[in-house]
Antibody
């Protein structure tokens, strides 16, 4: 059974750096083709794709946010970490991580998400 | 970058068919995935690669994709189908994932 869970601060101040951790089970990021993606959703708004990291450490980022995002993995801990710099109130959102199977770009399983509020 | 356009809302009577569209330039050349999201919950994949259903998803959910429009069809709509639905593709041109704006399905 595949599960993912996001963790991190619920509140950050403007200009601070956000660090979120996705802890997963039921699959390995050592498996060929597997990936973990990050998606966010501002309150009442649509999903926004942020980043994707693959088993071989290949990474993809949203072009509009690429300068602010870093995604890394720790396969020994079954964790993926997303870092976003220079946080702004418009970055207030629920941040989800999700499992990307080897067969395509769909997200088969999602974490429940963690709400991050950016406010001074 | 690639833009996916969804009708903001659709209303349907129980037992009838809900049709949710996702428009994009030559979206037919992309693999489209659909997610259902109920309030306060994480999205659930209901259709992937245009037409395939994950295990556990009822046959009432079906998808198609041709030309500039992908479609998610919910046949015999039930009250429990009331949710937001998002389409999703991988855009090779910009090398990123893209989501549509979402469609709220209301069961009358």
């Amino acid at each position: 059974q595949i599960t993912l869970k996001e963790s991190g601060p619920a509140l950050v101040k403007p200009t601070q750096t956000l660090t979120l951790t996705c802890t997963f089970s039921g699959f390995s990021l050592n498996t060929s083709g597997v990936g973990v993606g990050w998606i966010r959703q501002p309150p009442g708004k649509a999903l926004e794709w942020l980043a994707l990291i693959y088993w071989d450490d290949d990474k993809r980022y949203s072009p509009s946010l690429k300068s602010r995002l870093t995604v890394t993995k720790d396969t020994s801990k079954n964790q993926v970490v997303l870092t976003m710099t220079n946080m702004d109130p418009v970055d207030t959102a629920t941040y989800h991580c999700a499992y990307n199977p080897p067969t395509g770009y769909n997200y088969d399983y999602w974490g429940q998400g963690t709400l991050v509020t950016v406010s001074s | 970058s690639f833009v996916l356009t969804q009708t903001p809302s659709v209303s349907v009577v129980p037992g009838q068919t809900a049709t949710i569209t996702c428009g994009g330039n030559d979206i037919g050349s992309h693999s489209v995935h659909w997610y259902q999201q109920k309030p306060g919950q994480a999205p659930i994949l209901v259709v992937y690669d245009d037409t395939d259903r994950p295990s556990g998803i009822p046959e009432r959910f079906s998808g198609s994709n041709y030309g500039n429009t992908a479609t998610l069809t919910i046949s015999g709509v039930e009250a429990g189908d009331e949710a937001d639905y998002f389409c999703h593709v991988w855009d090779n041109g910009s090398d990123q994932g893209v989501f549509g704006g979402g469609t709220k399905v209301t069961v009358l």
